[in-house]
């Protein structure tokens, strides 16, 4: 069931890469008629660069997760880890070179979509230069 909920999860937020910039805009500039207090604020800001950007931090935590050896996870389970014990000490340690790697490609990409606009941005996307 926890794989389920984490697979949705994980879906859901890729729509945020399909959706283009303007049209999470538009849609947090009508949303906050619901709640007046949150029009034109920071959380709302945080929430459209969290929609647009998780996506990316998403597939960067991912390969670097997928990386890890099972048998470096096997050991520690067997040796009497618990799981959060083995996701703690073996997973992540595994899955920080990769990922410290890939979050600077991403925040390139983040300011050149600032900066440059959506078209010269596509070029310095995350995965696209070797």
Do not use: N
């Amino acid at each position: 069931m926890a794989a389920v909920r984490a697979a949705a999860l994980e879906g859901v937020s890729y729509l945020g890469h399909a959706l283009p910039g303007i049209v999470v805009g538009l849609s947090l500039v009508f949303s906050p008629r619901v709640v007046p207090g949150l029009y034109q604020s920071a959380a709302v800001l945080c929430f459209a660069y969290a929609v647009l950007f998780l996506p990316k931090a998403i597939g960067a935590t991912r390969a670097a997760v997928e990386r890890t050896p099972p048998a470096a996870e096997e050991v520690a389970r067997t040796l009497g880890r618990s799981a959060l014990s083995t996701w703690s000490a073996v997973t992540m340690r595994h899955a920080a070179p990769g990922r410290v790697r890939e979050e600077p490609r991403s925040l390139t990409w983040r300011w050149a979509m600032r900066v440059a606009g959506p078209d010269e941005a596509r070029e310095l996307e995350p995965g696209s230069c070797g």
